[in-house]
């Protein structure tokens, strides 16, 4: 299903946009990487996906790239409107009285969906009237700074209202899970201010005001 989605489609899609002028931005994840590298990933910093999902992505990317008028963006750990996102899942849990497990050992840069959607509207519109073939085609784009699940679950706790106490900070390795998961994968957005002339703000920031349209802060 992960190949069909991210590597299938973008196959068609390149097809069927070749002699346009149309840009195409394919969206891929943080988790192309390994986590070893143990610092924000940069833009030219290596791949080297641990799990399915990352490899279909990753190949998504070089088929997207084969398209002379496209651009790779790369966001990490998402939250936002419209889908079950896992600061909705602390929020929901600690509200009810119920523990949440989150990782200590396993580090992001969270992004607003909504950040990101605005991000990603001005880099292809600023892209697409001013393309000359000569700019970065890779884009990280996630909100600044990074921290570790566990950390993230605590500020949206304190931001709520609730108690810390229901966080129970544990290592990846004492979930199951059957995909492997970088441990570090937190992105630095070096390319894209040369194109917009701004970074997305900080995490936290950007937890506030989601938060805030929830209508969840304390």
């Known amino acids: 299903m992960a190949w069909a989605q991210n590597v299938t489609t973008v196959a068609h899609l390149v097809q069927a946009l070749q002699g346009s002028r149309t840009l195409l931005v394919y969206v891929s994840t ?21 799990s399915v999902y990352g490899r279909s992505k990753l190949e998504g990317e070089r088929l997207a790239l084969g398209y002379a008028r496209s651009i790779v963006v790369r966001p990490s750990t998402l939250f936002g409107p419209g889908r079950d996102n896992f600061c909705d899942a602390v929020v929901c849990r600690v509200r009810a009285g119920q523990p949440v497990e989150a990782f200590w050992d396993q580090v992001t840069s969270p992004t607003y969906t909504v950040d990101l959607a605005e ?23 996630a909100n600044g700074g990074g921290c570790t699940r566990a950390a993230f679950a605590e500020r949206i ?22 995909a492997a998961r970088p441990a570090y994968s937190a992105l630095a957005t070096r390319a894209v201010p040369s194109v917009i002339g701004r970074r997305l703000r900080s995490w936290d920031h950007a937890l506030h005001a989601y938060l805030h349209q929830r209508r969840w802060l304390a």
Do not use: C, T
């Open 157 to 178: 706790v304190e931001l709520v209202g609730g108690s810390r106490e229901l966080i129970r900070a544990i290592a990846m390795a004492d979930q199951r899970r059957p």
């Open 30 to 50: 943080d988790y192309v990487f390994d986590g070893k590298k143990g610092a924000p990933y940069e833009e030219a910093d290596a791949p080297n996906p641990l």
């Open 119 to 141: 991000g990603i509207g001005e880099l292809s519109l600023a892209l697409w009237r001013s393309w000359d073939g000569e700019r970065p085609r890779r884009y990280h784009l």
